[in-house]
Each structure stands twice: as structure tokens, then as C-alpha cells.
């Protein structure tokens, strides 16, 4: 009982910054039906340039304002130089340029700052918090309060808001939406430096906890994929969902099977949802008449 | 309000209008009639702004539209009901309305809504289902409406009897008609030629992108050579 009370909390942990990833991905998916995988370099940013401008002697609390707003200016330019340019391009050509962009941020923060492993303090010590047998650090707490605060804002956003429903809407008809007066490519904009800025405040949350280096957005990113395809691609209920129960899922398969076949969940999950669910938990079902 | 000199567009190296000339004063309903093909959409593409003109001037209420992208023109009273419709499917008939006003946020948003409801009392109905749930004639009501909540001065609309059975033609038709009480012009782009024409104060006909008659609506239904081509009488 002990032990799988432990294991939900590690379980939980993982899944909010894998929540925090897919959210990422369902705001530009929503935009524009891409899907990011330069989402997981965002984390990684927001984590290495943290460390680097803490360690340079600027405060925690800046120093992680200052990645955030950094990584949103990264997210940005990635769209202005790299998505927008191939407008009219397919889907798929899109997709393909996030995965060019992700190998070039991985290979550029390489040179800038280092291969090494870094981390910065967590936010209130290291004092684990014993809960029914269990413990729990501090710094999960954070990771998980943030993943729930992103997911309400977020969905304030998009149900409540007008440019919420005018990113739902470029992505949903992109000639209607600049027919209703929308500029659909500063809609696009916006998309990609909120999107890289959540993905930099999970890196900022979870550096205390699981480190962080160049290298670590590739799983992160394919993670956070497996998540919002359980969840439901383009459904924020679904990426907190599918983030929260992905984690659960890797940490009970290491603790209960063999942590030898962790890894495999996430493939396992994505194979499982195109195999069996293709909408995942939360899809829209789409009616459409023509 | 609008008057188009010239117009030219291609579609990579082939041209579809190839010079066009063409105006719309205020408050008239004029309508473009013209067999598939014709090259109608493409003009109502160019004056939207969806598809750039290679040639030509659109001037529209005393401004170029040349270098007026297009989010920019419904800013200025020009409101497009695109062919097939293109409703926002994914979101609600409520928010469908409620983007079509997405330049404005005062209280008249409302009264505009409540104004949509009354002419389309079915979409009070179904305010809250998803748009693409709804049936075709439902959908280009929709469009039409929502390009209204834009407080256009001229609407531009491609094609809204498309696909409709008669009964629901004949009602979009008496909507259009409407909207010269409401201070609306509109410019019509029909391949039904007959009902668009009788509900119209003058009409052009368009063949492979050049305008081969034009004249007050009523000539054009007693011209010989429309009653043959496209009313089939």
C-alpha cells in the first residue's frame, strides 16, 4: 500500500511535465494542426537557461522569468523563420521542419552552454513530506500546482475568451477566420510563444527534480506526444489527463514489473490509442457534412 | 461603394480573369451570373482577398484594396460569405456568430445576435450544437449570418443556393432581398441564374473570366440569349 502510494506520487510528478508538454502541443495543434516535436526543447530551455543565468548570479524567481521569456522569444522566432515561410506547405512538411528546429535548438544550446548535467535548488528545500507512509518532495508539489494551473488558465483561454476561440478558429477554417477579420498570423505567433513558454516553465518546475542537460527534450517530446494522443489531440482536458495517467502508468510498470521496461510504456500507450481509440480519451468527435 | 477596372488573376500560370470591370453602387443588390467554371469565385477570392489579383484596381468606398490584406477588409465593410459555406465546424452556432463580430466588443454584439436569431429562428434552436452538425440550408444561413455580425456595408455571396432544395433556395433568396432594408449592397454570385436575378436590381453575366452582358436585372431575364443559355427557357 506504502509502495503504491510512492509509486503514484513519482507516477504524478512525471505526468504533470508531461502534461505540461502535451498542453504545449494541443496550443500550436489547435492553431494549426501541427504537431510541435521542437516542444520538448522548449522544456529543456526553459531548465538550461535557468541553471545558466542562476549560476551567473541572477535570482531563482528572474532567473526562471527570464528563460520563460527567452524560450517564448525562441518559440516565436521558430514560427516567423521556419513554419511561416513554408505556409501552404502539408501538414506533414510542417511536422517535419519542428523536427529539423528541435535538432538545431539541441545542437546550439549544446554549444552555448554545455553536455553537462545540470540543476538549480528547488523552490521550498528538500525535505521530503511524509503522506501516509509515503513521502513526497516538496518540488513535486510545485510541478504538479503548476500543471493544474496552466491547464485551468488554458482552458479559461479557449472556452472563455474571444482570441482563445479565434485560435480554435483559425485552426478549424484558416480563409473563414481572416474572413471574420482575424489576423490568423499573428494567431499563429501567439500560439508558439505561449506554447514555448509553458513548455519552458515545466523545465523550470522539474530541474530540481530530474536534472537537466541539451539532450533531455527528445523523450520528453515524445512523451508528451504518447500523453496528448491519450488524451485526445487539441483537447487540454485530455493532455492533463493523458500526461497525468501516462506518468502513473510508467511509474507503476517500474515499480511493479521492471523499470527495464519504463520506456516502453509511452509506445506502448500510442500504439494502444491508434490501435483502439484513434480520438483517445477526450477527441473531438468530428461531424462534419459536406 | 465598389468598382473593380481591370481585374486579372491567375492561378499559377494559367489566368482565370482576364480583365474585368465591374461596379456596385450603394445599396443595390447586383448579381454575377455564369456557368461552373466561369471564373465567379475567383472574383469574389480577389475582392475578399483570399486570392490576389494580378492586374487591376478594387476600389471599395474610395480606398485601393490592392495592399489591404485580407483580415483587414472586413474592417472596412466588406463582408464575404465564402462558396461551401466554410462555417467554423468544430465550434458552436453560438460562437460561429459570435466570431463573425470579432472586431467588436460593445453591446451591440448582442442585439446583432438576437437580430441573427430572429431572421434564422432555426439557429436559435441549435445555438448551442456544434455548426457541423447542422444541414446544408442550416450552414449557409449560418454563413450568411455570420458574415452579418461583421456590420458590413457590402456583403459578397458566393454562391448561397448551392446544393439547397427549392424550398430552402427560395428562402435564402427572400434573406438576401431583405438585406436592402437592412442598408446592405450586396453583390450575389449565382449559378442559378433565374432566382438571383429576379430578386436583383442589375446583373452581369461572366463566361471564362471576362463579363459578357450586363445590364439592369429585368433585361437580362427577357434577354434571348440568357433565357437560352442559363435560364433554360
Known amino acids: ?290 | 461603394m465598389l468598382t473593380v477596372e481591370g481585374l486579372r488573376s491567375r492561378y499559377g500560370r494559367i489566368e482565370v480573369l482576364h480583365g474585368l470591370d465591374l461596379k456596385v453602387s450603394q445599396g443595390e443588390i447586383v448579381t454575377v451570373v455564369g456557368a461552373n467554371g466561369a471564373g465567379k469565385t475567383t472574383l469574389l477570392k480577389c475582392l475578399s482577398g483570399t486570392q490576389p489579383a494580378s492586374d487591376g484596381t478594387i476600389v471599395f468606398r474610395g480606398q485601393s484594396l490592392t495592399a489591404v490584406p485580407s483580415h483587414k477588409r472586413l474592417k472596412l465593410g466588406l463582408a464575404q460569405s465564402p462558396e461551401g459555406r466554410q462555417i467554423f465546424t468544430n465550434l458552436s452556432v453560438e460562437e460561429n456568430l459570435r466570431l463573425g463580430a470579432f472586431l467588436f466588443a460593445d453591446d451591440q454584439v448582442d442585439r446583432d445576435m438576437a437580430d441573427a436569431f430572429a431572421m434564422f429562428p432555426i439557429l436559435k434552436e441549435k445555438r448551442n450544437l456544434a455548426a457541423g452538425g447542422l444541414s446544408g440550408g442550416q450552414q449557409q444561413m449560418l454563413a450568411i449570418a455570420r458574415a452579418l455580425m461583421g456590420r458590413p456595408h457590402c456583403l459578397l455571396l458566393d454562391e448561397p443556393s448551392m446544393g439547397l432544395a427549392p424550398l430552402l433556395v427560395a428562402q435564402i433568396f427572400d434573406v438576401v432581398k431583405s438585406l436592402k432594408a437592412r442598408d446592405v449592397t450586396v453583390l450575389l454570385v449565382e449559378q442559378n441564374a433565374f432566382g438571383a436575378l429576379k430578386i436583383a436590381d442589375r446583373g452581369y453575366v461572366m463566361e471564362t473570366g471576362r463579363i459578357t452582358i450586363s445590364g439592369p436585372a429585368a433585361d437580362l431575364i427577357a434577354d434571348p440569349r440568357i433565357r437560352e443559355a442559363y435560364l433554360g427557357l
Open chain 1, 1 to 290: 500500500m506504502d509502495a503504491l502510494l510512492q509509486f503514484l506520487f513519482s507516477g504524478l510528478t512525471v505526468g504533470a511535465v508531461y502534461a505540461l508538454v502535451a498542453l504545449g502541443f494541443t496550443i500550436i495543434y489547435n492553431a494549426s494542426d501541427v504537431v510541435n516535436f521542437a516542444q520538448g526543447e522548449f522544456v529543456m530551455l526553459g531548465g538550461m537557461i535557468t541553471v545558466f543565468a542562476f549560476d551567473a548570479g541572477v535570482p531563482l524567481p528572474l532567473a526562471a522569468v527570464v528563460a520563460i521569456l527567452v524560450t517564448a522569444a525562441i518559440g516565436v522566432a521558430l514560427n516567423k523563420l521556419a513554419i511561416e515561410p513554408a505556409r501552404g506547405a502539408p501538414v506533414v512538411s510542417l511536422i517535419i521542419i519542428t523536427i529539423g528546429a528541435s535538432i538545431l535548438i539541441r545542437g546550439a544550446t549544446q554549444l552555448v552552454f554545455d553536455k553537462q548535467l545540470h540543476r538549480f535548488p528547488a523552490f521550498s528545500g528538500d525535505d521530503p513530506i511524509r503522506v501516509l507512509g509515503a513521502t513526497i518532495l516538496p518540488q513535486s508539489l510545485w510541478v504538479i500546482g503548476g500543471a493544474l494551473a496552466v491547464f485551468v488558465g488554458l482552458w479559461v483561454f479557449f472556452t472563455r475568451t474571444l482570441t482563445g476561440k479565434a485560435v480554435l478558429a483559425t485552426a478549424n477554417n484558416r480563409i473563414a477566420a481572416q474572413l471574420v477579420g482575424i489576423n490568423t498570423g499573428w494567431i499563429m505567433t501567439l500560439s508558439f510563444g505561449l506554447s514555448a513558454a509553458i513548455g519552458a516553465f515545466a523545465g523550470v518546475l522539474v530541474t530540481p527534480i530530474t536534472l537537466v542537460s541539451y539532450d533531455v527534450g527528445v523523450a520528453l517530446a515524445l512523451k508528451g506526444f504518447a500523453a496528448a494522443m491519450l488524451g485526445g489531440m487539441g483537447n487540454p482536458k485530455g493532455a492533463l489527463v493523458g500526461g497525468l495517467l501516462l506518468g502513473c502508468l510508467e511509474a507503476m510498470t517500474a515499480g511493479y514489473v521492471s523499470s527495464q521496461y519504463k520506456e516502453a510504456v509511452a509506445f506502448i500507450v500510442i500504439l494502444a490509442v491508434l490501435f483502439v481509440m484513434p480520438r483517445g480519451l477526450f477527441g473531438a468527435k468530428t461531424t462534419e457534412r459536406v
